[in-house]
């Protein structure tokens, strides 16, 4: 079983800049997949960014390509999410999840089904 606990949202006005991170059990976090979906008020949930087990590969949602920075801490199970240039836009709850593995490599996955664990969500709300 692995367990995800997201942190760090908040509310910050347009144009500054947030750090979401998000702490894994288990012990072979490091061949896990993760990805950072948001789910805004009244809208489908859209990953926003994804990085594949070995961290060498990335994806962007075309709305934050250029503002946002998703990373990983093999050492620390961690995740981050680093959102600068935050809009209104982007208010919404930011989930990670992550898709279990045994092995490491440099793929990311684009879909929600794709992932087995989610964690619990952390807000972010973007002043004008």
């Known amino acids: 079983q692995v367990q995800l606990v997201e942190s760090g949202g908040g509310l910050v006005q347009a144009g500054g800049s947030l750090r979401l991170s998000c702490a894994a059990s288990?012990?072979?976090?490091?061949?896990?997949?993760m990805g950072w979906f948001r789910q805004a008020p009244g809208k489908e949930r859209e990953e926003v960014a994804a990085?594949?087990?070995?961290?060498?590969?990335?994806y962007y949602t075309a709305s934050v390509k250029g503002r946002f920075t998703i990373s990983r801490d093999h050492a620390k199970n961690t995740v981050y999410l680093q959102m600068n240039g935050l809009k209104p836009g982007d208010t919404a709850v930011y989930y990670c999840?992550?898709?279990?593995?045994?092995?490491?490599?440099?793929?990311?996955?684009?879909?929600?089904?794709?992932?087995?664990?989610w964690g619990q969500g952390t807000r972010v709300t973007v002043s004008s």
């Open positions: 999840a992550a898709r279990p593995s045994n092995y490491n490599s440099g793929s990311y996955y684009l879909n929600e089904y794709e992932y087995d664990y």
């Open positions: 288990g012990r072979t976090f490091s061949t896990y997949p």
């Open positions: 990085i594949s087990s070995n961290g060498g590969s990335t």
